[in-house]
């Protein structure tokens, strides 16, 4: 006969082992942090170096380096990329390598020359800064305008005959200078960017150049919107660097402008479209204001085929 002390010492049951605890759930990945962009910059008539971060278009650009400078942004009229010269070639456009080097032109003297139109055509390429100033970008040589010495390249148009002209878009001051009567005089106010002693005397026509706007450094660039916010971006592809120039080329050709930000703009658009009335309807929505004419279009979707086809 089994004791009580056996009977529960069977009749109980063996301790379970604890069950683990429940593994914690993995947590979610963490998003990919954005790189902190920042540029180094200087005036380019001499100053210390200074650095910029956090803006996200083309007047915060010019906010942030009056800011870093002690100047207001409207003194800025351009900036150019690793030169402090008025070279053109490596003007501020629609991108920044992520290792570019920016140096801000700033207002220097005015002056006023006053010109006779004997020509349809004065020979005047502009640009515009995206914040409100145009400048000049080329001068066709042999023109009226190449036969004024005052007038230089990277000089802002302030005032044609004292209508002041600060806040105008490039193409509206180009219809402006298309539309004066001939056979008489004008006057233009221009303003010359500050210049260092070593740039002093330099007067540049500004050379067509296949690499325009190309940015030698990095495989990324920030590109810049006047009217968006920057993006990080790989570099354009040998088609759209070639669509895009040809295009620029187009945008002087027709309406005496460069700008080769609205270039890309035009190419990036055509990747959307199969047919030029397509892109002709994409470009009303998205360019309206410029009211490009049919025959215009027509040669852009072209030229634009023809890139596409050189690049294989």
């Not at 629609?94 to 290792?99: N, P, W």
Request: hydrophobic residues 40%; negative net charge.
């Amino acid at each position: 006969m089994e004791s009580a002390g056996a009977q529960e010492t069977r009749g109980a049951e063996a301790p379970r082992p604890a069950a683990p605890p429940p593994s914690p759930a993995e947590p979610p990945a963490a998003p990919r942090a954005r790189p902190r962009l920042v540029f180094r910059t200087q005036l380019a008539h001499g100053s210390p170096t200074g650095k910029i971060e956090g803006f996200t278009n083309v007047r915060e650009l010019y906010a942030k380096i009056a800011e870093a400078f002690g100047i207001a942004p409207t003194e800025i009229l351009f900036c150019t990329l690793n030169s402090h010269k008025v070279d053109m070639q490596k003007l501020l456009g629609g991108q920044i390598g992520l290792e570019d080097f920016i140096f801000a032109h700033v207002r220097g003297e005015t002056k006023e020359v006053e010109v006779t139109k004997t020509e349809d055509a004065l020979g005047l390429t502009i640009t515009d800064n995206g914040a409100g100033y145009a400048f000049i970008k080329r001068i066709k040589e042999g023109s009226i305008i190449n036969r004024v010495q005052a007038v230089c390249v990277g000089d802002s148009i302030e005032a044609i005959n004292d209508h002041s002209i600060v806040g105008c878009r490039h193409y509206e001051v180009a219809k402006m200078l298309r539309e004066l009567p001939k056979s008489q005089p004008f006057t233009l106010r221009l303003v010359q960017p500050k210049r260092a002693f070593d740039m002093i005397g330099q007067r540049s026509r500004g050379s067509k150049c296949p690499t325009e706007a190309k940015m030698a450094s990095g495989r990324e660039t920030l590109r810049l919107r006047s009217g968006g916010a920057a993006t990080v971006e790989e570099m354009p592809s040998e088609f759209e660097e070639e669509a895009s120039r040809r295009v620029d080329d187009l945008l002087e050709s027709y309406m005496g402008i460069r700008d080769p930000e609205l270039a890309a703009t035009m190419v990036d658009t055509s990747k959307k479209t199969r047919s030029v009335q397509e892109f002709a309807h994409h470009l009303d929505s998205v360019l309206g204001e410029f009211a490009f004419p049919d025959e215009f279009v027509v040669e852009v979707w072209a030229a634009i085929g023809e890139a596409r086809e050189a690049c294989g």
